[in-house]
């Protein structure tokens, strides 16, 4: 379950004379997890460094000026920005003491808020809806600034999203009692605009939350009547100007929260992850009125995870940085951590006993063939929406087409008004049509493809595969289309997501992959975790020499010394020898960064040793040197650190396994091929350590089950130590 832990106060607070303003008017993140930007409501703007508590550096404008947005910190200058009294930008590095002596222009139009992501440059956001880059802007402070808004609509609340290497600016708006949404997509700039679904009359949203995942921008909600909505938006399906036309934004109620007697005044929801939302201003269930509490719900199956009562007035703040939550109650400002472990039905209800730390993603949904054979009902998929309610959806504008209108399109349109219909109706298809649905679209898509060469889809087959409701049944073609066009990134998405892929386009994957010059590799998109994982991987320094996993550097020299008392001079020597000799080659990675992702999502596939041997025996002797080098590396980088195991990373069991087929599909070939002679050593070493291991681990549960036998001559009561020496 969700959990709340210990907090501490970061600050103290100064609320305004009502009492209605916690003084606070926004945090921001810094240089790392640990470093904070607080911006107060008036003058102010200090830098703290979150676990010491203490502030580093604070900044403040004159008497009679006004810090009317948040500072934000653009860490490709290093810089810090903020605006004052809403026209003046403001510009300093951490050095500066006096904000006056440092960088100040003045704009032309009054601005909202400015926005900055890790890696970005900053974004303006003026009142009236338009979006500037800050280069851009400061380049002509005075240059004019279009009207983007109607003349009574107002901003309400903004943010900024990076979504597959696209800048985003996301607002909403309200005119006359209606509510909108504007997506700002930043080079090529497109503006997309979304009216949301009204809720009881005279009732306004108190407060959003966005998140970007599965190629689609979700938009959460709080109303005070205490309900919770959802709103998907797909990146793709984002098209040019629609001037002041809106579409219609569906909605999906995530949580019904309890209010109490009327409705909810100052109160706030932010998403943690997929599945939990933390809350604060809301009611707890089971506290008696007149308490404020922190809350984190689970949305899937509307349970209460974790609660915390918070002293003083809630201000219906909240911010979330690092597992960290910021909250502003009374006159503090405290710092509460926090865990969201996988949702599952188990830790929703607390019947957990222990959770699986290696599983980083749920198992992907297809169709089974019990439901195509039998009927079976099939359980919904959770794909483009995280909600498993059967919320009645509202009806769609009326040039929306249908799932028969697409498949009839596809056959003959051009490749951009097909891939904005397919993602379009992905966006608004009910989650449980989705199985059906995504197979029609891949096959119709792919037979297209295959019939056409100038016609093909990368980003709306990728966005297919993502749904998880697709399988190699489903569409055979897709994946070998994809290798066909060369199209790795979607070669990667299939290998993760389909769990019936045959050993014979396994095998051809692998071929592809390990032939592919290292060059050509390194221009491929991939998956960012995965490529992550390797960097971490082959940056990594050497271990500590010792036996570390069952193997250690010294198991080589041991497996070829008749000696074995020279052991320990041995490891003397190479320890005093460690930083005079270069990497040895087992430290380096034979492959490119970009093909050893690849060839790690070859090495998680599932598979049967009978059918994947003979199409093994078809790769060169040249190939499968490489591969074993490679796997010889993967094998050494996780005997001698504890890597932690991520998404899509190989098991050093999977690692041990394709040595051993490859060692039999090959191994006559190998014997005969002279450079194959010293790998073939060092594979040896491997094996006896892992004998060695698993006899010692032997031992040790035989010893356990005979501790397990024993049986207990008599109550010790409760507090005795107790000496068991095993033999």
């Not at 590799?521 to 069952?550: C, Y």
Request: glycine residues 6%.
């Amino acid at each position: 379950m969700a959990a709340l832990y210990e907090g501490y106060t970061l600050c103290g607070l100064v609320p305004g004379q009502n009492l209605s303003n916690s003084g606070v008017q926004g945090i921001e993140a810094e240089r790392d997890s640990d470093h904070v930007v607080v911006t107060d409501s008036t003058r102010c703007v200090t830098l703290y460094k979150v676990s010491d508590q203490k502030p580093l550096s604070s900044w403040t404008v004159k008497q009679g000026q006004t810090l009317t947005c948040s500072a934000v910190y653009n860490s490709q200058t290093k810089e810090y920005v903020a605006v004052s009294d809403s026209k003046v930008i403001r510009i300093w590095k951490e050095e500066d003491i006096i904000l006056e002596k440092t960088f100040k222009a003045t704009v032309s139009s009054e601005v909202w808020r400015v926005h900055c992501v890790p890696a970005g440059e900053p974004v303006v956001l003026f009142q009236r809806g338009a979006v500037r880059l800050l280069d851009a802007l400061l380049s002509a402070p005075q240059q004019p600034i279009e009207d983007v808004l109607a003349q009574e609509e107002a901003v309400r609340w903004s943010t900024n999203i990076v979504a597959e290497s696209q800048h985003f600016v996301i607002f909403t708006t309200e005119l006359k009692g209606e509510h909108f949404l504007y997506l700002q997509r930043l080079n090529p700039n497109t503006l997309q605009r979304y009216r949301l679904e009204r809720e009881e009359p005279g009732l306004s949203p108190l407060s959003f939350s966005a998140s970007y995942r599965d190629k689609h921008i979700r938009l959460l909600y709080l109303y005070p009547n205490g309900h919770v909505y959802q709103s998907v938006v797909p990146v793709r399906g984002l098209g040019a100007d629609e001037g002041a036309q809106a579409l219609p934004l569906p909605r999906s109620l995530q949580l019904g929260l309890p209010v109490g007697e009327g409705l909810l005044q100052a109160a706030s929801v932010l998403l943690l992850d997929e599945d939990h939302v933390a809350v604060v201003g809301v009611p707890h269930p089971s506290a008696g009125t007149g308490k404020d509490f922190l809350c984190i719900w689970n949305t899937n199956f509307q349970t209460l995870q974790a609660g915390k009562e918070m002293a003083g007035k809630i201000y219906g703040q909240l911010w979330s940085y690092s597992n960290k939550l910021f909250i502003p109650h009374g006159k503090t400002l405290s710092v509460i951590p926090y865990e969201c472990p996988k949702s599952s039905l188990a830790s929703a209800l607390g019947k957990l006993r222990q959770a699986k730390t290696e599983e980083f993603k749920a198992p992907a949904s297809v169709p089974s063939w019990n439901n195509i054979l039998h009927g079976e009902k099939a359980q919904p998929s959770r794909t483009v929406e995280t909600r498993k309610t059967r919320t009645t959806r509202k009806t769609q504008s009326a040039h929306s087409l249908t799932i028969d209108q697409v498949l009839e399109l596809i056959k003959t349109a051009p490749v951009e008004e097909v891939q904005k219909e397919v993602e379009g109706l992905l966006s608004r298809v009910d989650t449980q049509d989705l199985p059906p649905s995504v197979g029609q679209l891949a096959l119709s898509l792919v037979s297209r493809s295959l019939a056409d060469p100038a016609f093909y889809t990368p980003s709306t087959l990728a966005q297919l595969v993502h749904t998880q409701s697709l399988c190699h049944s489903v569409c055979p073609d897709l994946l070998l289309l994809a290798l066909e066009r060369k199209d790795y990134f979607l070669c990667q998405l299939c290998l993760q997501f389909f769990p019936d892929l045959p050993e014979d386009v396994t095998c051809a994957c692998l071929k592809t992959f390990i032939s592919m010059p290292d060059a050509d590799a390194e221009k491929v998109s991939l998956e960012p975790d995965s490529i992550s994982f390797m960097e971490n991987l082959i940056a990594r320094d050497r271990g500590q020499v010792g036996l570390q996993n069952g193997f250690s550097p010294t198991s080589f020299d041991e497996d070829h010394s008749d000696a074995l008392s020279g052991v320990g001079d041995t490891i003397k020597t190479r320890a005093e020898d460690k930083e005079k000799t270069s990497t040895p080659p087992e430290q380096i990675c034979p492959v490119g960064l970009h093909k050893a992702v690849l060839l790690n999502e070859v090495l998680q596939t599932a598979y049967s040793d009978t059918f994947l041997l003979p199409h093994l025996k078809d790769l060169s002797a040249q190939h499968v040197v490489l591969f074993l080098q490679y796997l010889q590396f993967l094998y050494f980088k996780f005997s001698q650190d504890a890597i932690p195991q991520m998404f899509r990373s190989p098991s050093l069991t999977q690692v041990m396994d394709w040595v051993c087929m490859l060692l039999d599909a090959h191994f006559t070939v190998l014997v005969m091929t002279p450079e194959a002679k010293g790998l073939l050593l060092s594979l040896k070493s491997f094996v006896r350590s892992q004998v060695r291991l698993f006899s010692e681990l032997g031992k040790i549960e035989s010893s356990l089950q005979e501790l397990n036998k024993m049986k207990v001559k008599k109550d010790v009561g409760q507090y005795s130590i107790e000496i068991i020496e095993l033999f």
